[in-house]
């Protein structure tokens, strides 16, 4: 008789065993909760796949690599579709800078189409980049909430209706309100239990986009950010955690690999709570798959050209993470067919795109390259700051005498194809930022500082570009502040005490990059902006050809 009291709870521990738990009392029984997370990170506006595609270990030699064509919306739309197909729970998050310096079929349109061909893909969920902020606060409030732009109208094939995913920002607080500029996190369930998605943004925003655009914001740190809102979301009875932060590492190894990561993401992660189950990452463009500190890291590269999948069970008993494993996906342009709603969307835009796109600006005889040397200066640099100079050095545009030009700006180089020419698109896509240049009045001394906060982030020197006839020298071994050793203007040096018009744009003219003397420039003149300068640059001097930077020179 007393066997029968050892059936039931063998058998529960049998079915335990085999991966059903008990709910309650009794023999109420489920299954693990299983949902796949799909993430995507660093899209820039990328609809159509990346020249380059992707560079991976060649499977044949992991000492070389290899470039594969990847990414576009048509293809990634396509992967997105497989990999959601036939699962009862599934979700489709992001790690920010889904659109901002983006190529210029997305950013002729202020971003429209990519927010457009993200929400018909199927996103559910994003933090908020730092490139999100390229426009200000108020045009990404819009990319939310829809509406035709305030300067530019409604360009677009239809009426631009707004995200259909959900934008968070946790960390990002408006300082009027002490609240988030966006929600801190959303809740969603998958077999009756919660997850709670965290939206996480680059805690450095304030110094790599406009000022202006983000006057008001505080960008708080992310780990104490998360820390504190971790009582609330148990509080609510939710134990899975997922964080998406746009901040990153770089690891050492191939795409499914994570070797010897470094870089801030490994910090931040070490002071999560320990509740923070799974970690979605960007900014880097760099992918991975890591365990740091006990917790997932993921990251998918960038343009697109990766999908990460991330297999989660839920425990239905403790409604926490059982586990959680994950792989990235190349979309691969030759194994994935176009969707179609993606193909008429890009359509629809291209045809309103294409002739400005296609106007030849010039031509060019060799590749002018944005890879800076040594020195930091590059050709395409010295290129966009003559350009500059010559937009605003008559006496009506600005009287400039001196153009300065920060690196960031400068996104892709300028290849040749064909004959040479050059159209508006490569001009647009070398700038893709759109800023208007400002003319100010500095002396020489405010001259000798501007190019001291080049350091102003030590281990990430941001070495400016300048005019011809502008030359400076720099010892990178000697104190922060004292760097500079020689600046010389038309052959002669510079008089500290001497006033020059200079020529920057304006993310730089409001402190962008840490050059916050520029914000002390005075008789402000502002002017064209900076891809249409450089196309009328183009259109005067063509055929442009590379030559040997010279205007700068490292002394150590």
């Known amino acids: 008789m007393r066997l029968r009291y ?16 008990i709910v309650r009392s009794g023999f109420t029984l489920r299954r693990p909760v299983q949902l796949t997370i799909l993430a995507l990170n660093d899209f820039h506006g990328n609809l159509q796949p990346p020249p380059g595609g992707i560079r991976v270990a060649d499977p044949a030699d992991k000492a070389k690599k290899i470039a594969v064509a990847a990414g576009g919306a048509e293809h990634l739309a396509t992967l997105v579709k497989q990999r959601r197909e036939g699962k009862k729970h599934s979700i489709f998050v992001a790690a920010g800078d889904l659109i901002g310096a983006s190529p210029f079929l ?59 995913f959900k934008y968070l920002a946790a960390s990002t607080i408006e300082k009027a309100t002490g609240k988030p500029f966006f929600p801190a996190y959303e809740v969603r369930e998958f077999g009756g239990i919660g997850v709670a998605f965290i939206g996480l943004t680059l805690r450095a925003t304030p110094l790599v986009v406009n000022p202006t655009g983000v006057a008001g914001l505080e960008f708080r740190d992310e780990a104490e950010t998360v820390n504190a809102l971790i009582p609330e979301i148990k509080a609510r009875g939710i134990e899975a955690i997922v964080v998406l932060i746009h901040e990153g590492g770089f690891p050492t190894g191939d795409y499914n690999e994570c070797p010897g990561i470094s870089g801030p993401i490994v910090n931040i992660v070490s002071k999560f709570d320990k509740a923070v189950d799974i970690v979605i990452s960007g900014h880097t463009h760099q992918p991975y798959i890591c365990s740091i500190d006990g917790r997932l890291v993921t990251s998918a590269d960038k343009y697109g050209t990766i999908l990460t999948e991330i297999d989660v069970r839920l425990d239905p008993r403790t409604r926490d993470v059982i586990s959680a494993k994950a792989g990235n996906t190349i979309v691969r342009i030759d194994a994935l067919a176009k969707d179609a709603e993606q193909t008429r969307l890009i359509a629809a835009y291209d045809a309103r795109a294409k002739p400005i796109a296609a106007r030849p600006s010039g031509k060019i005889t060799e590749a002018l390259l944005r890879d800076p040397n040594q020195a930091g ?65 500095l002396t020489g001394a405010q001259l000798k500082q501007a190019l001291e906060q080049q350091w102003t982030a030590p281990s990430f020197p941001r070495i400016l570009q300048v005019s011809r006839g502008f030359a400076f020298s720099f010892d990178a071994t000697r104190p922060l502040g004292d760097r500079v050793q020689s600046i010389s203007f038309r052959g002669a040096p510079i008089d500290p005490n001497a006033s020059y018009r200079v020529t920057v744009n304006d993310f730089l003219a409001s402190g962008g990059d840490g050059f916050s003397t520029f914000k002390d420039g005075a008789a402000r003149r502002t002017g064209i902006y900076d891809v249409d300068a450089l196309d009328v640059w183009f259109k005067a001097n063509s055929p442009i050809s590379p030559h040997t930077p010279e205007r700068i020179t490292r002394l150590n």
Not at 12 to 18: Q, S, T
Request: charged share 15%; proline share 5%.
């Open 6 to 21: 050892w059936i039931a709870p063998i058998a529960a521990l049998l079915l335990i065993a085999a991966g059903w738990y």
């Open 106 to 164: 997305s950013a002729l349109f202020h971003d429209e189409p990519t927010i457009e061909a993200l929400s018909i893909m199927g996103l559910d969920i994003s933090s908020v980049g730092n490139h999100e902020f390229d426009e200000g606060g108020t045009e990404l409030r819009r990319m939310q909430n829809g509406g035709c732009h305030p300067t530019d109208g409604c360009k677009g094939p239809h009426p631009f209706l707004g995200a259909k």
């Open 377 to 441: 200066e590059s050709v395409l640099g010295d290129i966009i700051a003559d350009a500059q100079l010559a937009a605003t050095a008559g006496e009506a545009d600005g009287a400039a005498v001196i153009a300065l030009t920060n690196p960031g700006g400068i996104r892709n180089s300028i290849l040749k194809s064909g004959d040479g020419t050059v159209t508006y698109a490569d001009v647009f896509a070398s700038q893709p930022f759109r800023n208007q240049l400002v003319t100010m009045t």
